[in-house]
């Protein structure tokens, strides 16, 4: 049965966001070059689009990692399924992530990434919810920040559905 999703951010609010931390970043980069990376699947819609509004030499590269656990909860146990095919070692990284609800997932990332060289890490995170976070991150760059819901759009999902939706909701199971 279908599920009801009550918008939480719609389509022109998240993209106007993102225009505005394209634009922070392309200031704040000024005369470098800059490589993001995208964290799969969740943050492919947000970096598509957040590239697009970055105006500076930008790479685009993907990891995807995995984190045993529930439907709706990360354990914390970290592992790397699809690593960088390049050395990242002198570059300026930007890691950009959907959301970061417990930090478990992102502080173990950034560590390994750190060993590998770069001039600089930073991360920049859609959605962040800091009311669950068991391990400390630091956010450069945050979209919106969000209360205790789980929500699913523009990369989110649920079970791996609703990563389509042009918009971020909760859902609402049919009573
Ligand atoms: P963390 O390690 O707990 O910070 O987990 C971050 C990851 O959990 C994100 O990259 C998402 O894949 C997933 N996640 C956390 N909260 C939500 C949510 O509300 N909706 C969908 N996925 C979520
Ligand atoms: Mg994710």
Same mark, same amino acid.
């Given at each position: 049965m279908a599920d009801r999703i009550r918008q939480m951010f719609s389509e022109d609010e998240i993209v106007k966001k993102i225009a505005e931390l394209g634009a922070k970043i392309t200031k704040e980069y000024e005369g470098r070059e800059l490589t993001m990376i995208c964290i799969l699947k969740g943050a492919a819609p947000f970096a598509c689009e957040l590239a697009k509004r970055i105006d500076l030499p930008v790479e685009m590269e993907y990891m995807r990692c995995s984190s045993y656990g529930n439907e709706t909860e #990360? #354990? %914390? @146990? @970290?592992?790397?399924?699809l690593d960088l095919d390049r050395p990242i070692r002198g570059k300026n990284i930007l890691v950009v992530e959907d959301i970061i609800d417990t930090g478990r997932t992102m502080s173990y990332l950034l560590s390994v990434l750190k060993e590998? %060289?770069?001039e600089s890490v930073k991360l920049c995170a859609l959605l962040d919810k800091p009311d669950r976070r068991v391990t400390d991150v630091d956010i450069d760059y945050t979209g919106f920040i969000i209360p205790d819901e789980f929500i699913v759009g523009y990369g989110l999902d649920y079970a791996q559905k609703y990563r389509n939706l042009p918009y971020i909701g909760v859902v609402e199971p049919e009573e």
């Open positions: #990360s #354990s %914390g @146990v @970290v592992k790397i399924d590998r %060289g770069p």
